[in-house]
């Protein structure tokens, strides 16, 4: 089984920049997937970035070349950096990792993009 906590949602202006942590209860090298979704009222989950264990990347077109996925090893963290955020970018993100077969959430943090 695998945990997950997330931080760092808030309020931020449109164009501003938010980081979202998501710190895992086991090693990420031993994680298939991790990476992080979200959930707007009225709409479907959806990806926004995730990252395999060996590396590769998949971003949605939505947020490409403004949201950046990334991990601190030692630490078993992953991060969303996010860039030039839009209103439309509001909703709870989830935390997510595929760990043996199996898919483990966090349990949210909402960004809300608004002046």
């Known amino acids: 089984q695998v945990r997950l906590v997330e931080s760092g949602g808030g309020l931020v202006q449109p164009g501003g920049s938010l980081n979202l942590s998501c710190a895992a209860s086991?090693?990420?090298?031993?994680?298939?997937?991790m990476g992080w979704y979200r959930q707007a009222p009225g709409k479907e989950r959806e990806l926004v970035a995730s990252e395999s264990i060996g590396r590769r990347t998949i971003y949605g077109d939505y947020v490409k070349g403004r949201f950046t996925i990334s991990r601190d090893n030692p630490n078993n963290t992953t991060y969303l950096h996010m860039n030039s955020l839009k209103p439309e970018d509001t909703a709870v993100y989830y935390c997510?990792?595929?760990?043996?077969?199996?898919?483990?959430w966090g349990q949210g943090t909402q960004v809300t993009v608004s002046v």
């Open positions: 086991k090693s990420l090298f031993t994680i298939d997937v």
């Open positions: 997510h990792a595929h760990f043996l077969a199996s898919d483990y």
